[in-house]
């Protein structure tokens, strides 16, 4: 068993418990989320407006339902654009905004699914990064590169059924490889063999892999962010003072009840929304400078790309309702590469989302869940991404962290306000308009979003070292050699693809993509030492 993964979970779900109440939860009472002396209370000990099993009013189930979707809107909308470059799609916003709009509509139904059938937990489904690596490393196969046409605004027509076929036969062997993915998934969750597993899964095994998620992102960050570094750090700057400086800070809002009417009551504004309200400023200094002329009109200056007009168009085109369906972009292919790639990608969402239970359950005052609860959980995990890959997101579903921190923010942990957020996600999905906006948002405020959410991710991959002994030689050797070569290994293999050639085609396709994920280079390298250098239990 690798040294110091007793007990892995516990601690780290403690971990965030104890950031949520004493730093989230204490700026609510005013400051007296702490015992005298300066100890932290119990989670228990702060009371829970309402617990699992209430039921709120139905208008205030609507309107955290509506602050949970708002939470989760970063990490929903910033998958497809992440991945709208390599499906050749970055000069077609509208299809972008389709791929948003069916983000939505399978979140809100993985969130119903996980609420009543799953772990039954007030877990909020959604997007996940763990997926992106692997779907970028398949992508970048000689077979997928898009074509050079595609790169140049002016030579793409985005209705003409070449260009259609170019995107779509891309999406169909993502939807194929994460529906195969997805089936190990749910082996592995109603099996019960997630709890033998996360036995010899240990913080130097998790550190470098949520880590690796996202710093082999940092290139697509970067690009984006220089279209208009300026308008890039305006909206780092937005993210990080509404997150960091003015998250104790309470703003008066009205609000109506029954025993006071209408009244004011304090409500922390920017912690809750410190993403949504950073993207909403940019945007609209983008579009102040856009009507002034202060951004270039010539499509090859700088910052053009700046300017809120490049895609305009899109939202007069999107239908004001659009449902999507399974199959929508056609019949998913399946390729042996994919496949491997993206159950890479599901065994790093699992080891979070089993994380997130224990988070969960402490938040809202219920008993960590049993062996059964997870299993169950991990299996409808499965399921949302069978469901995912058959509506087409080209992306899997997991719970989000995000939305487990919301809880201690309300002190609200029933099950149904999630379920209002499921039936708010499912809305906006079928609401064409919603999508649209959201892909017409400048790239270079997307940059900026980038570079904040990515590291965000990559610390909390690295904060899973706190729970081993780091002054030892064997743990830092572990760690930075992992890392370090989940860095390397990949960089090598991009720049040499024609190296890996065993004279089976289909398994050098399938040992490039595995070598060009960061985190599942690093994550087995990880795993492998740390399972085998002997070392002290901690």
């Known amino acids: 068993m690798p040294a110091g993964s007793e007990g892995l979970l516990l601690r780290s779900s403690k971990h965030l418990q104890d950031q949520t109440v004493d730093g989230v939860l204490s700026s609510h009472e005013g400051g007296q989320g702490r015992e005298k002396g300066g100890q932290p209370r119990s989670p228990s000990s702060s ?27 970063g990490g929903l909308v910033a998958v497809p654009l992440i991945l709208a470059k390599d499906l050749c799609l970055q000069h077609d916003p509208l299809t972008q905004s389709y791929l948003i709009s069916t ?41 997928w590169k898009c074509p050079t046409w595609t790169l140049n605004a002016s030579l793409v027509n985005t209705s003409s059924p070449e260009f259609t076929e170019e995107w779509q036969k891309r999406i169909r062997e993502l939807q194929g490889a994460i529906m195969v993915a997805s089936c190990v998934q749910m082996l592995v969750g109603f099996s019960g063999l997630i709890g033998f597993l996360m036995r010899f899964i240990g913080p130097l095994t998790v550190a470098p892999t949520i880590a690796l998620v996202a710093l082999p992102l940092f290139d697509t960050a970067g690009s984006d962010a220089g279209i208009h570094w300026g308008i890039a750090a305006t909206t780092v700057f937005l993210i990080v003072l509404f997150s960091q400086y003015l998250k104790s800070i309470a703003v008066p809002v009205p609000v109506y009840g029954r025993e006071k009417k209408c009244h004011t009551s304090k409500f922390y504004l920017f912690q809750v929304f410190p993403v949504l309200m950073g993207l909403c400023i940019s945007w609209l200094l983008c579009f102040v400078l856009t009507v002034t002329n202060a951004l270039p009109s010539v499509p090859t200056a700088y910052g053009y790309l700046a300017r809120t007009d490049t895609k305009g168009n899109v939202l007069n085109q999107a239908p004001w309702f659009r449902l999507p369906y399974p199959g929508q972009w056609g019949r998913p ?12 990608g599901v065994i790093s969402s699992v080891v979070e989302s089993v994380g997130d239970y224990y ?16 299993n169950r959980g991990i299996g409808i995990e499965g399921l949302g991404c069978l469901l995912a890959g058959a509506w087409g ?21 029933s099950r149904m306000v999630i379920v209002a957020a499921g039936c708010v996600l499912l809305l906006m999905g079928i609401f064409g308009k919603i999508g649209a906006a959201f892909a017409t948002i400048p790239t270079p405020v997307i940059g900026g979003m980038f570079l904040v959410m990515f590291g965000v991710i990559t610390a909390v991959g690295i904060s899973n070292l706190q729970y081993v002994d780091m002054n030892s030689s064997r743990n830092l050797f572990v760690f930075g050699f992992s890392i370090y070569c989940g860095l390397a290994v990949p960089s090598w293999v991009n720049k040499n693809p024609e190296k890996v050639h065993t004279g089976i085609l289909q398994l050098d396709q399938v040992i490039q993509v595995l070598l060009t994920t960061g985190m599942f280079v690093g994550g087995l390298l990880g795993f492998l030492l740390d399972n085998t250098i002997p070392g002290a239990l901690c």
Request: aromatic share 10%; net charge positive; hydrophobic share 50%.
């Open 333 to 344: 292919t399946i390729s042996l590469a994919g496949v491997f790639g993206i159950i890479a």
């Open 359 to 374: 988070a969960c359950a402490r938040l809202v005052g219920a008993p960590p869940p049993p062996k059964h609860a997870i």
């Open 103 to 143: 983000m939505f509509f399978v979140s809100g139904i993985c969130t119903l699914l996980q609420v009543f059938l799953g772990v039954r937990l007030p877990i909020l489904q959604g997007g996940t990064f763990a997926f992106v690596a692997p779907s970028v490393a398949m992508l970048s196969l000689p077979t």
């Open 393 to 413: 997101t080209g992306n899997g579903t997991t719970s989000f962290s995000e939305n487990v921190g919301a809880l201690g923010i309300t002190r609200v942990g």
């Open 47 to 73: 009371p829970l407006a309402y617990g699992v099993l209430d039921i709120p009013p139905w208008y205030l189930c609507i309107f955290l339902g509506v602050q949970h979707f708002l939470t989760a809107l």
